[in-house]
T-cell receptor, first 112, second 114 residues
Framework: LAKTTQPISMDSYEGQEVNITCSHNNIATNDYITWYQQFPSQGPRFIIQGYKTKVTNEVASLFIPADRKSSTLSLPRVSLSDTAVYYCLVGPLSGGYNKLIFGAGTRLAVHP | NAGVTQTPKFRVLKTGQSMTLLCAQDMNHEYMYWYRQDPGMGLRLIHYSVGEGTTAKGEVPDGYNVSRLKKQNFLLGLESAAPSQTSVYFC?????????????FGQGTRLTVV
């Protein structure tokens, strides 16, 4: 499994754009990149997933460079409610991968 | 839709007592997982199941047992609780063949062992 590295914590202010980068130097050809968000006292929830280039949904954007050795989760104009822990996961969508392994994640604190 | 439901939500156990945590999902998912989360840390995989009647060990399986007798239920058992098992336990499920995307989590069970 590809090892991922994220910053332990980040601070931001309401209205700012937040970019959280995840390093995954040994990503495999058939690996996808998935991000989860966990609010305090709740289970994680899926935010976004991508393979290459850029993916955007109503919550966030995911930027993946051509070499795919890193990815950046972008949260536009954050609010206090975006305070959460964000996890980057890397692995294949299918083909015998049975485990969903979370790292320590990035703890984002949004301030007024 | 209920999604993933965990029972109970809170529990206090004395050292040496046993208990079972129940996870139920109504999405017909093949894969189910049990995690524990200690304060300020990420989730660690305890056990998982790729289908009815099958289970496998995760990262931290010692002290826990699991069973998947029905597709919709995944039980986590503590035979002899220890203070080190004080944690928040999360159950999750996902579609077969989509293990690394859109896993759905329950609200957690906060367990304290005294």
């Amino acid at each position: 499994l590809a090892k991922t590295t994220q910053p332990i914590s980040m601070d931001s202010y309401e209205g700012q754009e937040v970019n959280i980068t995840c390093s995954h130097n040994n990503i495999a050809t058939n690996d996808y990149i998935t991000w989860y968000q966990q609010f305090p006292s709740q289970g994680p929830r899926f935010i976004i997933q991508g393979y290459k280039t850029k993916v955007t949904n109503e919550v966030a954007s995911l930027f993946i460079p051509a070499d795919r050795k890193s990815s950046t989760l972008s949260l536009p104009r954050v609010s206090l409610s975006d305070t959460a822990v964000y996890y980057c996961l890397v692995g294949p969508l299918s083909g015998g991968y049975n485990k969903l392994i979370f790292g320590a994640g990035t703890r984002l604190a949004v301030h007024p | 839709n209920a999604g993933v439901t965990q029972t109970p939500k809170f529990r206090v156990l004395k050292t040496g007592q046993s208990m079972t945590l129940l996870c139920a999902q109504d999405m017909n998912h093949e894969y189910m997982y049990w995690y524990r989360q200690d304060p300020g840390m990420g989730l660690r995989l305890i056990h998982y199941s790729v289908g009815e009647g099958t289970t496998a060990k995760g990262e931290v399986p010692d002290g826990y047992n699991v069973s998947r007798l029905k597709k919709q239920n995944f039980l986590l058992g503590l035979e002899s609780a220890a203070p080190s098992q004080t944690s928040v336990y999360f159950c999750a499920s996902s579609f077969q063949g989509r293990m690394n995307t859109e896993a759905f989590f329950g609200q957690g069970t906060r367990l304290t062992v005294v």
